[in-house]
């Protein structure tokens, strides 16, 4: 039982600074640079922390990119709403980013599989003890 105990506890911990290293490590792997698209842009990449970004648009339209919005517009155009975009199509499909992992689903998961499973394991103890075969010693009188 201390065994059971032990190892579900070390789980815990083990997930626990797993969970803590991730978040507190370097979240702005990419920036605003890497979207193509203006509403790519400016919707942001969640999973990479990219929610500030706007496009700026130049020369009539030749010259666009995305950016960030703290950098300086140099007297170009700049959207920060996608309904200001001016190269969206209509009937265009919506831009689909690669799926990614999560670690915290992740997580999750195996915690609940372990719970499901020290569920199992005690119901079964427990329905054991439970048996009606058991017949217990008549004492001689």
Same mark, same amino acid.
């Given at each position: 039982?201390?065994?059971?105990?032990?190892?579900?506890?070390?789980?815990?911990?083990?997930?626990?600074?797993?969970?803590?290293?991730?978040?507190?490590?370097?979240? #702005?792997?990419? %920036?605003? &640079? $890497?979207?193509?698209?203006?509403?790519?842009?400016?919707? !942001?990449?969640?999973? =990479?922390? +990219?929610?500030?970004?706007?496009?700026?648009?130049?020369?009539?339209?030749?010259?666009?990119?995305?950016?960030?919005?703290?950098?300086?517009?140099?007297?170009?155009?700049?959207?920060?709403?996608?309904?200001?975009?001016?190269?969206?199509?209509?009937? #265009?499909?919506? %831009?689909? &980013? $690669?799926?990614?992992?999560?670690?915290?689903?992740?997580? !999750?998961?195996?915690? =609940?599989? +372990?719970?499901?499973?020290?569920?199992?394991?005690?119901?079964?103890?427990?329905?054991?003890?439970?048996?009606?075969?058991?017949?217990?010693?008549?004492?001689?009188?």
């Amino acid at each position: 039982m201390r065994c059971v105990w032990a190892a579900l506890c070390g789980t815990v911990l083990l997930m626990q600074v797993i969970i803590t290293n991730s978040q507190t490590s370097d979240s #702005s792997t990419g %920036d605003c &640079s $890497q979207f193509d698209s203006c509403n790519g842009c400016i919707n !942001g990449d969640s999973a =990479l922390n +990219l929610t500030r970004c706007v496009w700026q648009s130049c020369n009539d339209g030749n010259d666009t990119r995305c950016m960030s919005d703290t950098e300086d517009s140099g007297g170009c155009s700049v959207y920060n709403e996608t309904g200001m975009c001016q190269n969206t199509t209509p009937g #265009s499909g919506p %831009d689909f &980013s $690669q799926a990614s992992f999560d670690l915290s689903s992740f997580i !999750g998961g195996i915690i =609940l599989v +372990l719970v499901l499973q020290a569920g199992a394991f005690f119901a079964m103890r427990f329905l054991k003890t439970k048996d009606s075969s058991y017949e217990t010693i008549d004492q001689p009188q």
